[in-house]
């Protein structure tokens, strides 16, 4: 089994936190974020991992994830690609055909990936996404037909379903995705449209690094939690 990792970030918004270094690589709770992931999908049975990054960094991230427990692959971008195109030519650098997992760089979850994948042979669409509960930024007030207010609800999630980055594809959506772009906006709806696509609910953690306050949040939910 492999997969195929987005780390293309530069982390621009992190600033000064991501010290110079590419956003797959800041650390949280003592270990890059890319190490969090591989670490899962190598217990979920993923013996090769093919980082998808930009040219001349192929050593940095060779260092950084030294003893990850998987064999490493890398595949330098020369110019950006895209995150569709960037898992097209990660792609050329694989050696096997069937079921590949693909995942953003800069995410955190507890996604049981084998129950991912098990969902995916046992449907075989040409793609599955993980999905989760769009989470508010803001609280909500619920206010009744005639006006009054009723309860405030701090930050609740909301009855949507938003994509993590995280894919099972097949050999079918691997050849469909674009040479330079986002499958979101061309390989996935063609794929939606014609019923080959499908979405695999998760309700547990999600922590996307974006900016310092994602990383405040990830370090201090490894304060108190380890990452299983």
């Known amino acids: 089994m492999e997969a195929i990792l987005l780390a293309g970030g530069r982390a621009e918004r992190l600033g000064e936190a991501a010290q110079g270094r590419p956003k797959a690589l800041v650390e ?3 270990k890059p974020l890319a190490e969090h992931q591989i670490r899962r999908l190598a217990r979920a049975g993923v013996e090769r991992v093919i980082v998808s990054c930009r040219s001349g960094q192929e050593d940095e991230f060779a260092r950084a994830l030294e003893g990850v427990g998987v064999e490493l692959a890398f595949a330098g971008e ?3 690609l895209g995150r569709g195109g960037g898992l097209k030519f990660a792609a050329r650098e694989r050696r096997e055909s069937g079921p590949c997992f693909a995942l953003n760089g800069d995410e955190l979850f507890d996604v049981e990936l084998e129950a991912l994948l098990a ?3 046992q449907r075989s669409p040409a793609a599955t996404i993980t999905v989760a509960l769009l989470p508010s930024p803001f609280g909500v007030v ?3 037909d005639d006006g009054t207010v009723e309860s405030f609800r701090e930050a609740p999630t909301l009855p949507h379903w938003v994509n993590m980055g995280l894919y099972v594809l097949d050999d079918e ?3 469909r995705l674009p040479e330079k772009g ?3 906006t061309s390989t996935f709806p063609e794929l939606a449209e014609e019923r ?3 979405a695999f609910r998760h309700e547990g953690l999600w922590l996307t690094v974006n900016t310092p306050k994602d990383l405040r949040r990830a370090e201090e939910y490894f ?3 380890e990452l299983a």
């Open 78 to 80: 020369q110019e950006p």
């Open 196 to 198: 080959r696509l499908l």
């Open 142 to 144: 619920d206010v009744a």
């Open 119 to 121: 969902l995916h042979r």
């Open 182 to 184: 986002d499958h979101e």
């Open 28 to 30: 949280v709770g003592g």
């Open 223 to 225: 304060a108190t939690t």
């Open 173 to 175: 959506a691997i050849e």
